[in-house]
């Protein structure tokens, strides 16, 4: 049995960059480091430099005789085969066996899930959904992402993928998200992408409307940005994140009706945006509810940063 | 232990019409009949009706202790308190103990769910999702109802009452439905009723377009005429199956998204169309799927009789 070594590893590969950590049993992440996913064209060079930068780092903690394994969060990552499967945001094509790669690499049983997963994994183990088994983690990063969790399990589907709730369709025919080609779904909407274009669009749909967003470029016009203008109490840059919030309440409500969650808790960088953001969101959530819905559902935000709850998630896949 | 009980009753409480059997082991309905369900204000005259003729069926089966029990699906249902709460279609108000008082009637364990649930249970044990673990079920009657299964279990949520599929919101802004007041779910679109209404709207909006529709009463109208004017060749007919499956199957999408089944079930009066309503359904899904998971889902009619899946699987409530 490895359950009585006294770490994990958590890796948390994104598409930009890839933080990792060794944590332990209380899910303290007791070092952790970082490098860029996308500088190499073939995944054994990544591995390779994952390698040279944690190999120190599990030798330090005493070896691999004291590690459980590695655990990993990935975007499309199959927990059933362990592949990543054509990532629309990675450099590597087609089906990647990065966890059996990753094994042979370190001599430490390997497991991979999606990332929104691993994600979801720690907030039930070590967040703010510990105990609770009925929740959703919803990710408003770059892209949007999911973790579905019903009766204390990860919701992964017949075939490991479930879960893409960024990809659900909340406006037919509306926005085209520029990766997939497709028109409406929420992540066109709810994401830093999402808020940076409806910033642009209301910007040139009503050119009568001052705003503080206008002495922008439109390559400096970021989510950031509109959310410092909001708090400066600009009127348009207030009135996008009350246009996101409708729309992820919306799609939040349709969510609820599939899987009646006791919770659904926020992270990513877009919730950084605070009330500006929660405030219309739990509205449009509430307002698009069957009575039987209303007023029970906690919305909340994410205690922990956004790169802990990932390595710490990808960790416990080995405990 | 009951579970050497040779029968069980199944009861499916629905809006308009309660039909109840008993069922072997071998998921044979050996005797079923029915009653209307809004006759009574009362929930115990109901009751009262329901024992005045199951009574006799279960004496004729050599009397209670052949019994295992009765399960009953019902709109509403609360499987975890055998209660009713606040259906919006039944006469009785406010929270039904049914379970209860059916078990004090009858002096049998009773079992409660939801219908559509109940239904999904029937399609997992005895219909066309026997082994499947995977699967979605949607009722497409009056109304549209949901089964959600995820491995191997029923989705109930954190208090009873998920799967309520047709009440999500697919054209925001959209359809007022008549008992919810909520605009552009998909029951408003994809029920006996809805297509009744996209026929209205579509003659009222094309005042210039031929169709055999117009021979009739917006009285007369329904989905089987609108149904028998497409057999016949009619445009406007055909084109109301292609605009019902298109919001369909983007709903479907969304589903699949959320939980990535094997298989989408669908039954109900509406299904009667057939290829009418299945090509521009199975096209619509698709074409809003992601990549991973085109091509993957099986999306069928059921085999089984509404009323019979419905039974047959509230009754394996009480095996």
Same sequence: chains 1, 2.
């Avoid at 990513?268 to 500006?276: E, S, V, Y």
Wanted: glycine letters at 12%; aromatic letters at 8%; a neutral charge.
């Amino acid at each position: 049995m490895m359950n009585n070594k006294p770490y994990a590893v958590g890796i948390d590969v994104g598409g930009t960059t890839t933080k990792f950590g060794i944590v332990n049993r209380d899910g303290e992440i007791i070092v952790q480091d970082r490098l860029p996913t996308n500088s190499h064209e073939l995944v054994e060079e990544f591995i390779n430099d994952v390698y040279v930068k944690l190999m120190p780092m599990i030798q330090n903690a005493g070896g691999i005789e004291n590690f459980a394994g590695i655990g990993m969060g990935a975007p499309n990552g199959n927990i059933y085969t362990g592949t990543i499967e054509y990532a629309p945001n990675l450099r590597w094509k087609g089906i990647i066996p990065i966890a059996q790669l990753m094994e042979k690499k370190f001599g430490l049983t390997t497991k991979l899930t999606n990332d929104a997963n691993a994600a979801a994994m720690g907030e039930m183990i070590f967040g703010c959904a510990k105990g609770c088994k009925h929740f959703i983690t919803i990710t408003l990063g770059t892209g949007v992402g999911s973790g579905i969790v019903i009766d204390g399990k990860i919701v992964v589907g017949h075939d490991g993928f479930a879960g893409e709730l960024g990809h659900t369709i909340i406006r037919p025919g509306g926005r085209m998200h520029k990766s997939t080609g497709m028109r409406g779904s929420l992540e066109a909407y709810a994401s830093a992408t999402g808020v940076r274009d409806t910033a642009i669009e209301k910007l040139q749909q009503f050119p009568e409307k001052d705003s503080l967003l206008r002495d922008y470029s439109i390559k400096d016009l970021t989510s950031q940005t509109v959310y410092e203008c909001a708090m400066r109490g600009d009127k348009v840059a207030n009135e996008i994140f009350e246009f996101t919030g409708e729309i992820l309440g919306e799609s939040l409500a349709n969510f609820v009706m599939f899987s009646s969650p006791e919770k659904i808790v926020l992270f990513g960088g877009l919730t950084k945006a605070g009330n500006l953001l929660m405030n219309p969101t739990r509205k449009a959530m509430e307002a698009n509810l069957l009575p039987i819905f209303q007023n029970k559902v906690k919305l909340i935000f994410s205690e922990l940063k956004e790169a802990d709850a990932a390595i710490l998630g990808a960790s416990a896949l080995v405990w």
